[in-house]
């Protein structure tokens, strides 16, 4: 039973425009969600993350929404760059209990045209 | 610098040969993870360590085998009895809470030859 789910395994957006990677949880328990990049035959590298006591974290080009109630987040990056072209991993886990295992989801492969 | 290094980053491997891959983190994380990763696929949980002395199989565990006599080290073997052993490995270690997330090392290529 997947717990977190990326249903869209990839995305093609126009440099310039706005990119959305979506998320969705199935384990009510979990408080904490961070997002992953990863290049081909790299290590994944933290993005973003956000607590449940917030709707919205924002860090430049990036900002993450959660929608509790849903049980979705979404991941913004506006404007899109070409650099920016990777696998996006989302990835959920319960902060307020001792332990530190995170869920990710099957990752989203977005592709930014030049 | 603090961090995650796995060693080496391309390996091959004849059919029926154990090899084992190196994961060394100087971060004092308590937690150890490894990862494998195919070809369009996400990222499957193997086996994972909370503390030294201690692990846990995760969800392909069969055909792997562990050890965490230290607590910066962390190494996977692959054995014979993996019966599709070609993949990319990632290594990852994380501190107690999972708001501080997991730190992954570059990953090794293992090739069956």
């Known amino acids: 039973d997947q717990q977190v789910k990326q249903n869209s395994p990839s995305l093609s957006v126009q440099e310039g425009r706005i990119s959305i990677l979506n998320c969705d949880y199935t384990?009510?328990?979990?408080?904490?969600f961070l997002w992953y990049k990863k290049y081909p035959a790299e290590g994944p590298t933290f993005l973003i993350s956000i607590s449940s006591i917030k709707d919205k974290n924002e860090d430049g080009r990036f900002t993450v929404f959660l929608n509790k109630s849903a049980k979705h987040l979404s991941l913004h990056i506006v404007p899109s760059q070409p650099g920016d072209s990777a696998v996006y991993f989302c990835?959920?886990?319960?902060?307020?209990?001792?332990?530190?295992?995170?869920?990710f989801g099957g990752g989203t492969r977005l592709m930014v045209k030049p | 610098d603090g961090g995650i290094t796995q060693s080496p980053k391309y390996l091959f491997r004849k059919e029926g040969q154990n090899v084992t891959l190196s994961c060394e983190q100087n971060?004092?994380?308590?937690?150890m993870y490894w990862y494998r990763q195919d070809p369009g696929q996400g990222l499957r949980l193997i086996y994972y360590s909370q503390i030294v002395n201690d692990f846990q199989k995760g969800d392909i565990a069969e055909g792997y085998s562990v050890s965490r006599e230290k607590k910066e080290s962390f190494p996977l073997t692959v054995t014979s009895a993996q019966k599709n052993p070609t993949a990319f490995y990632l290594c990852?270690?994380?501190?107690?809470?999972?708001?501080?997330?997991?730190?992954f090392g570059s990953g090794t290529r293992l090739t069956v030859v």
């Open positions: 384990n009510s328990m979990f408080d904490y």
């Open positions: 971060l004092n994380h308590d937690a």
């Open positions: 990835a959920a886990g319960e902060n307020n209990n001792a332990g530190n295992m995170l869920t």
């Open positions: 990852a270690s994380s501190m107690d809470r999972v708001r501080y997330g997991y730190t």
